[in-house]
């Protein structure tokens, strides 16, 4: 599946209001849909990168032999989905970056949806 594909299928979540392909070592995004004036998914896609980079050197410090499945960042309104791509498809630093609606999104669907979107994603 093609990066333009896996967007669009990850809007066609329920309650998805945007979403991003973000490399973690440079910070940018290699792609985002959705968005709009109060959601600026490039300047979310950089913040995030820093969420990510954080958690892994918490799991290094700890010597944790372990991998990110998710992160989940929980707002009043909002739910905020990172799913680093596994490093066996050859991408060991790209994430995808979902923002849903709370009101609207099933948060286990969404992360179900993700896992598929990304078990089919090549870059």
């Given at each position: 599946m093609s990066?333009?594909?896996?967007?669009?299928?990850?809007?066609s979540?329920?309650?998805a209001v945007g979403v991003a392909l973000v490399d973690y070592d440079s910070g940018m995004s290699l792609g985002t849909l959705g968005g709009g004036d109060w959601l600026d998914l490039d300047v979310a896609a950089a913040g995030?990168?820093?969420?990510v980079r954080a958690k892994?050197?918490?799991m290094s410090s700890l010597k944790l032999n372990d991998t990110i499945e998710d992160i989940l960042i929980t707002l009043n309104r909002q739910y905020h989905l990172i799913r680093p791509l596994s490093a066996a498809?050859?991408?060991p630093t790209l994430f995808l970056y979902l923002v849903l609606d709370r009101e609207h999104a099933n948060l286990a669907l969404a992360r179900h949806y993700l896992?598929?979107?990304e078990a089919h994603l090549t870059v």
């Open positions: 990066i333009d594909l896996a967007l669009k299928e990850a809007m979540i329920v309650g995030n990168t820093e969420v892994l050197r918490v498809k050859g991408n896992k598929r979107i």
